[in-house]
């Protein structure tokens, strides 16, 4: 029995040299689970702070570069349109001469052509009707004359050729 008992006791001190050792190892384990935690929670930390600082960083670079580059981009878009601008009114000035002067040439000729052909025409066609006026209103009275003459005519003629066919 002793060697049972010896067995006994061996299994039962092996269980709680187990229970033991186990007991140990998870509280080894949570102390290395915590250690590590936080250890851990301390590098993500600092990863992070050191990814964001280097974000910022790289931010605030793209920023003055985007800055930079509108900048850039406006002051030469800026000058190119002046430079259009200017261009286009230039252009448009000389245009405008241009068509000041060509309108000041054909009214020049217009006048031309109303002081050496119409005007005197006009003035021939004026003198002629003026003329011819003045002879119609002579020749009214005339007419007047003579159709009161073919009257008294008449009157006589009838009386004649009635006394001359009394006669007859």
Known sequence: MSNELSNKTVTYLLGEISGMLENMQ??????????????LRAEIA??????????????????????AEIAE????????LRAEITETRE?????IA???DSLQSQLTQINLTLEQNVVPRLNTI????????ERYSQG??????????ILVMKDVIMK???QLAKIS
Request: with cysteine.
């Open 140 to 149: 009214i009275n005339q007419l007047e004359s003579i159709q009161s003459d």
């Open 46 to 67: 600092e990863t992070r702070d050191s990814l964001q600082n280097s974000l910022r960083a790289e931010i605030a670079e793209t920023r003055e570069a985007l800055h």
């Open 126 to 133: 004026e003198s002629c009707y003026v003329s011819t006026y």
């Open 91 to 95: 252009t448009l000035h000389a245009e």
């Open 73 to 80: 981009t406006r002051d030469s878009l800026q000058s190119s």
């Open 26 to 39: 998870n509280s080894e384990i949570a102390e290395t689970r915590d250690s590590l935690q936080s250890s």
């Open 98 to 100: 241009e068509t000041r």
């Open 160 to 162: 004649h050729s009635t």
